[in-house]
């Protein structure tokens, strides 16, 4: 028999909030696997799916952990996920992780790989370069020789030779999880009262560290119960798209107070990983060849990708306009270079379309709360005034 819907939720919060990685030391005890990290925004999950090894997402460790050691290393004033990455590996939390790879974000986070590599040599430590020219012939001829050799490098660790049959089920795999995440999103935007974005949030970040497999059957099986939920009836809550959070996961608390301050939040870019690729990677033909095809022409649009000139904050406004929300919530980290050099681009598309929207930043202080509340609250009450006027 099914778990209730709150006990659900529980267990996807209890997920997201044990830094210890529980789960993931279960896992490998289990199979005899690799467990690879990684940081935000993107990695390629299905090489690693393939060669039996778990991919794992870390996102730090909110304001449960204070940093000490992870001090010594960045400024204190440098986004909390560096730092509390640090600490975790330090105090031996992230022991069970074979390696990790840092994906191509910021400085920081090259950095990061930097310093990671000299404090665990025996580790696996790999920084994850993608391409920012989109032709076949080159960023794609780069990026398959980037997965080719990220897929020999885990290889050499222990995990399987990565062949073709195996990426392909591989694929199809996770194809079966972004679908039922795109469902997911397409429900809260015609309903968001159903599927509270406090709730989403913590479902969908436990497959950051859940087999997929199993991630899989935990959003069908939040979806069925949610949707069997009748108690749940829509309030007069403003209608918002969230931008800024892709990398440094915001804490569950600020998720809860936008809520709480009025705010149905209809799009968000939380956990990006989930849903960089925005459709299936073809099944047919040639695998590595197909994820690399997916990742030039059908990947979402990011502060960490490149656009074409002219075109920030295009693809916000066609979120808005697609959610039918009524303004947007920029809600990046304090000091996220990528997120706020882009958001004056972005709220330059905005004010051309006369969409309304407001700004703040966010640390792993929970004492910022009250001040962000008064000011969506503010927000969503205007909007609903214009609304009506």
């Not at 980037?146 to 030779?161: F, N, S, T």
């Not at 069908?220 to 892709?246: H, I, K, N, W």
């Not at 915001?250 to 990983?273: M, N, Q, S, W």
């Amino acid at each position: 028999m099914k778990e209730n819907l709150p006990a659900l939720v529980a267990r996807a919060a209890e997920l997201c909030r044990d830094w210890r990685l529980p789960s993931v030391r279960a896992w490998k005890q289990r199979t005899g696997g690799l467990a690879i990290g990684y940081l935000p925004v993107y990695v390629p999950r299905e090489v690693f799916h393939a060669q039996g090894a778990l991919a794992v997402g870390l996102t730090g460790a909110g304001d449960d952990l204070e940093i000490i050691k992870g001090d010594a290393f960045y400024q204190s004033y440098i986004c909390h996920l560096p730092r509390s990455t640090i600490e975790l590996g330090l105090n031996g939390s992230l022991d069970c992780l074979d390696g990790i790879v840092f994906p191509a974000t910021c400085d920081v986070i090259r950095n990061l790989s930097g310093v990671w590599r000299m404090q665990f040599p025996q580790k696996m430590s790999r920084y994850l370069d993608v391409p920012q020219n989109f032709e076949r012939e080159m960023g794609g001829a780069f990026y398959r020789h980037e997965l080719e050799d990220i897929a020999r490098e885990v290889h050499e660790r222990g995990g399987k030779q990565l062949e073709a049959e195996t990426l392909r089920a591989s694929i199809r795999a996770y194809n079966e999880n972004r679908r039922l995440v795109r469902a997911l999103f397409a429900l809260r935007r015609n309903e968001p009262w159903k599927l509270p974005t406090a709730e989403l949030y913590v479902v969908l970040r436990a497959g950051l560290v859940l087999p997929v497999e199993e991630h899989t059957q935990l959003l069908r099986d939040y979806r069925d119960l949610a949707l069997l939920d009748a108690e749940r009836r829509p309030m007069d809550q403003a209608r918002v798209v969230l931008t800024g959070s892709f990398c440094e996961q915001p804490p569950l608390g600020l998720i809860k107070t936008l809520e709480r301050a009025g705010c149905y939040i209809v799009d968000d870019d939380f956990v990006p990983v989930l849903r960089w690729l925005k459709g299936d990677v073809s099944e047919q033909g040639d695998p590595l060849a197909n994820l690399v095809a997916a990742f030039l022409e059908d990947a979402i649009d990011s502060p960490v990708r490149y656009c074409g000139d002219g075109t920030k904050g295009q693809d916000l406004v066609r979120r808005v306009e697609e959610s039918k929300a009524e303004g947007v919530l920029f809600c990046a980290p304090s000091f996220c270079d990528p997120a706020l050099l882009d958001q004056p681009m972005a709220q330059a598309a905005l004010d051309g379309r006369g969409i309304p929207w407001t700004s703040f930043k966010y640390a792993e202080n929970t004492g910022q709360f009250q001040v962000i509340r008064e000011q969506a609250g503010t927000f969503a009450d205007s909007i609903k005034l214009w609304s009506e006027a």
